[in-house]
DNA sequence: AGCGCCATGTAAGTGGTTACATGATTGT
DNA sequence: ACAATCATGTAACCACTTACATGGCGCT
């Protein structure tokens, strides 16, 4: 599933923009699927060709056109075919990670610093679903909330994981080196 | 932080060849930052290039030169630098959610054949973390002993949530609505 | 006077994936 | 016999990112 696939999902929603859907992109789904308009107005351009949308223009002063798109019944029908497959992937791209691998090789000053920004950046998430949850939760289907809680739950145990196990980085003094 | 960068980390814990690399990435590096040989061997070529690594080229009969890479006291320095960075990203990007938005969209059975083979996929990184972890604990600097630990904590989290919030796609009948 | 919002797009670049190409040895 | 493991690499492709290009309106 490609950005193209998600644009077309979001307009099963009602007609949007490009800059409609870039929003929904920072918002409901900028924890788990990031696009920019590098990718979503070429998407939705390649949808429209394909007749799996329609575009209407609307002029506006000042402004460039305000090009509104909505699914078509093809559209539906690709989408429908896509969300057939079984078993979705769920990647994680992780350079803190990576990072923390070789925490060895650093000063734990800078340890504890990645440290924190780890959990501040969970906080921001955190507090970006709650926001988003608290103003839409009512006109959302179940998928959504599910998302939604998926997100939170993810985020808080990769937070309280942190704040409980950083201590590996400090006392490496007298460990009884147990194996088990 | 990209391919290259990690091969060269991996290569502080000794000399290895492209194919020994690919196998870390596999097994302990897997459920967080993957790579295959398309990106591997041009990466170990590229810091070659460089003088990050040095390659010596051991003669085998039947099969090609094994090439093992060995950190350089440039590569090292290229590494402490690259692992300045205060803030590494922790990216996710999951066709599982994108799918689950629309869920209002499938059918019920297809919806939990897709939430089955989530917690089927957990189950089987569990294992792999533990695995690895069994094997190797004891000789794991901190960081890494961190980083098996994050992983499990994260899918264990995924698995109780999906587990325990499936039943948002069953009844739909009788909720109270309540918002809050 | 300056920032942020609205609103569109393109072009070049990046970084990784997939498929291909080769082939002996070892285990079942 | 057949599959897996060992062992290397390239070339085409793909999807997305980043930077650039444009510009009025409304708020402070």
């Not at 994680?92 to 504890?112: D, G, K, N, W, Y």
Request: with cysteine.
């Amino acid at each position: 599933m490609d950005v193209r696939t998600v644009c077309l999902g979001m307009l099963t929603d009602g007609a949007a923009s490009g800059y409609d859907l870039k929003k929904n992109f920072e918002s409901t789904f900028g924890h788990f699927f990031a696009a920019g308009y590098g990718s979503i107005y070429p998407a939705l351009s390649s949808l429209c060709d394909q007749g799996l949308v329609t575009c209407e223009h609307i002029p506006q002063d000042g402004k460039p056109d305000r090009k509104v798109y909505e699914i078509t019944s093809d559209g539906m029908a690709f989408l429908l075919t896509a969300l057939e497959n079984p078993a979705p992937c769920h990647k994680v791209r992780s350079e803190f990670l990576a990072t923390m691998c070789f925490a060895h090789l650093m000063p734990s000053a800078q340890i504890e610093t990645v440290l924190d920004n780890r959990i501040e950046e969970c906080a921001h998430y955190m507090k970006m679903i709650s926001d988003i949850e608290a103003s839409c939760m009512h006109d959302w289907p179940p998928g959504m909330r599910f998302v939604a809680g998926f997100g939170k739950a993810m985020i808080d145990a990769m937070k309280i994981y942190v704040e409980e196990n950083r201590h590996l980085f400090r006392e490496e003094t007298h460990t009884t080196t147990a194996t088990g």
